[in-house]
T-cell receptor, first 112, second 114 residues
Framework: EAQVTQNPRYLITVTGKKLTVTCSQN?????MSWYRQDPGLGLRQIYY???????DKGDVPEGYKVSRKEKRNFPLILESPSPNQTSLYFC???????????FGPGTRLTVL | AQKITQTQPGMFVQEKEAVTLDCTYD???????LFWYKQPSSGEMIFLIY??????QNATEGRYSLNFQKARKSANLVISASQLGDSAMYFC???????????FGSGTQLTVLP
């Protein structure tokens, strides 16, 4: 089954404790992206990747890191999480930015 | 910079009636694409429909159609014969020119009444 998976689905953590949210797709897509969703703001892009070893900042990259060492994986790293990073996070992939994006199920992160 | 505006935070529609969700966009690029996604209460993001800026015909997918008015920079989603399962948050999104980013609007919460 073609899908984008994210783990964990839910996470409660404390300020400053490094965490990684994993994202994996099995569709051989070139383009992958991370978004955060906050009430009233829609989805905002954090980082995206056009291909292996090619990443770039989106609209809200501060406080986040990503890597793309393999085509299928695109982890999101929060080196020192803060409460303002409490949000719903989505990973997505597609053949290219102009194509339909396939979204993961979302990760609800709470930073205390 | 590209921008998407959805001015209707919430909408109500009676079951079996049609409803239009508004979306306006702003870009200086001639080449761009417009998307609509649906997010039910379960949280997943579901692709509905796509319109390219050079497409001459309005996009349609089943009960969904996109009313594309280039001069007005609007890309409204029309849902015909609403069903209870259409109750969800709907997002308009755009990718423009050489930008490799997808920009979303703030969304419209649609409630279908029985």
């Amino acid at each position: 089954e073609a899908q984008v998976t994210q783990n964990p689905r839910y996470l409660i953590t404390v300020t400053g404790k490094k965490l990684t949210v994993t994202c994996s797709q099995n569709m051989n897509h070139e383009y992958m992206s991370w978004y955060r969703q906050d009430p009233g703001l829609g989805l905002r892009q954090i980082y995206y990747s056009m291909n292996v070893e090619v990443t770039d900042k989106g609209d809200v990259p501060e406080g986040y890191k990503v890597s793309r060492k393999e085509k299928r994986n695109f982890p999101l790293i929060l080196e020192s999480p803060s409460p303002n990073q409490t949000s719903l996070y989505f990973c997505a992939s597609s053949w290219d930015i102009g194509n339909e994006q396939f979204f993961g199920p979302g990760t609800r992160l709470t930073v205390l | 910079a590209q921008k998407i505006t959805q001015t209707q935070p919430g909408m109500f529609v009676q079951e079996k009636e049609a409803v239009t969700l508004d979306c306006t966009y702003d870009t200086s690029d001639q080449s761009y694409g417009l998307f609509w996604y649906k997010q039910p209460s379960s949280g997943e993001m579901i692709f509905l429909i796509y319109q390219g800026s050079y497409d001459e015909q309005n996009a349609t997918e089943g009960r969904y159609s996109l009313n594309f008015q280039k001069a007005r920079k609007s890309a409204n989603l029309v849902i015909s014969a609403s069903q209870l399962g259409d109750s969800a948050m709907y997002f308009c999104a755009m990718v423009a020119g050489s930008a490799r980013q997808l920009t979303f609007g703030s969304g419209t919460q649609l409630t279908v009444l029985p």
